[in-house]
């Protein structure tokens, strides 16, 4: 199984301020045929399930705002929001879609300071 | 817009067999190339990909739990199901139905979830 770790597990951020998130995973999540990483970011508010902000790494999803940016390559991804703002408050998975099992990180917790 | 609705008992008691539904709407479960999941997160934990499915009956489980797990489908009623046999405590979670595609590119993330359901298993 490829293992995704995350870090920090949590963070603290002021309202305005860039808020970094990492990933890394336990083996290369890169497909070198068509040189696309297979990881995704989530954002899982409470009560709510998942959402998906990220894919192949780096491109949003439709209506994704964007101040949220992903980036990375191979075994090490950031999840970057560049301007906090209040509804940016929830924990964020990563997950990689590479292979069978499909794993995720532990997640972090991102909070206003 | 495909939208995914967990259905099952909510309490479940040990040793029992925990069975939930998803039921799909806004699209064909037959759609080519969809596979349909179930995913489960603890009380405050992380997420567990428990397996998946494809409509023609093909399946896909994460070893952890493949000797407990049965997922099935029925086309008719744009149903999916899981089935978790032995339960224990370990097994309260909140479980999320969701799907994802297969095509020239491999797999993709999860794109659309349930709300989820939250099963928990007490006596």
């Known amino acids: 199984d490829i293992v995704m770790t995350q870090s920090p597990d949590s963070l603290a951020v002021s309202l305005g301020e860039r808020a970094t998130i990492n990933c890394k995973s336990s083996q290369s999540v890169l497909y070198s045929s068509n040189n696309k990483n297979y990881l995704g970011w989530y954002q899982q508010k409470p009560g709510q399930p998942p959402k998906l902000l990220i894919y192949?790494?780096?491109t949003r999803e439709s209506g994704v705002p964007d101040r949220f940016s992903g980036s990375g390559s191979g075994t090490d991804f950031t999840l970057t929001v560049s301007s906090l703002q209040a509804e940016d408050v929830a924990v964020y998975y990563c997950?990689?879609?590479?292979?069978?099992?499909?794993?995720f990180g532990q997640g972090t917790r991102l909070e206003i300071k | 817009q495909l939208q995914l609705q967990e259905s099952g008992p909510g309490l479940v008691k040990p040793s029992e067999t925990l069975s939930l539904t998803c039921t799909v709407s806004?699209?064909?479960?037959?759609?080519?190339?969809?596979?349909w999941g179930w995913i489960r997160q603890p009380p405050g934990k992380g997420l567990e990909w428990i397996g998946s499915?494809?409509?023609?009956?093909?399946?896909y489980y994460n070893p952890s739990l493949k000797s407990r797990v049965t997922i099935s489908v029925d086309t008719s009623k744009n149903q999916f199901s899981l089935n978790l046999s032995s339960v224990t405590a370990a097994d309260t979670a909140v479980y999320y139905c969701?799907?994802?595609?297969?095509?020239?590119?491999?797999?993709?993330?999860?794109?659309?979830w349930g709300q989820g359901t939250l099963l928990t298993v007490s006596s």
């Open positions: 192949w790494a780096s």
């Open positions: 969701a799907t994802y595609y297969y095509d020239d590119n491999g797999y993709s993330p999860f794109d659309y």
């Open positions: 997950q990689q879609y590479y292979s069978i099992p499909f794993t």
């Open positions: 806004g699209g064909s479960i037959r759609s080519s190339s969809y596979y």
């Open positions: 499915i494809y409509y023609s009956g093909n399946t």
